[in-house]
């Protein structure tokens, strides 16, 4: 399920990073990398902010329906 739609303060893993290459490695250089375990903390005006890696970090949502996610 794309992270858009996942439920809040519920760990799961990222399947795959969706998009053009640009878009993916610029997820990826946030740490949005397939097998990472992350978290959704809280959407806020079509923003999202997601615990990955230990660091919380803030996508928008057109960004966030890329990653692609699994219940861990």
């Given at each position: 399920?794309?992270?858009n739609l996942a439920e809040f303060n519920t760990p799961y893993?990222?399947?795959?990073v969706c998009g053009q290459e640009k878009q993916r490695h ?47």
């Amino acid at each position: 399920m794309p992270l858009n739609l996942a439920e809040f303060n519920t760990p799961y893993r990222i399947s795959k990073v969706c998009g053009q290459e640009k878009q993916r490695h610029y997820l990826e250089s946030l740490g949005f990398v397939a097998g990472s375990e992350i978290e959704l903390l809280s959407e806020i005006h079509g923003y999202y902010v997601v615990m990955v890696k230990g660091s919380k970090i803030g996508i928008e949502k057109s960004m966030a329906k890329r990653i692609i996610l699994y219940a861990a």
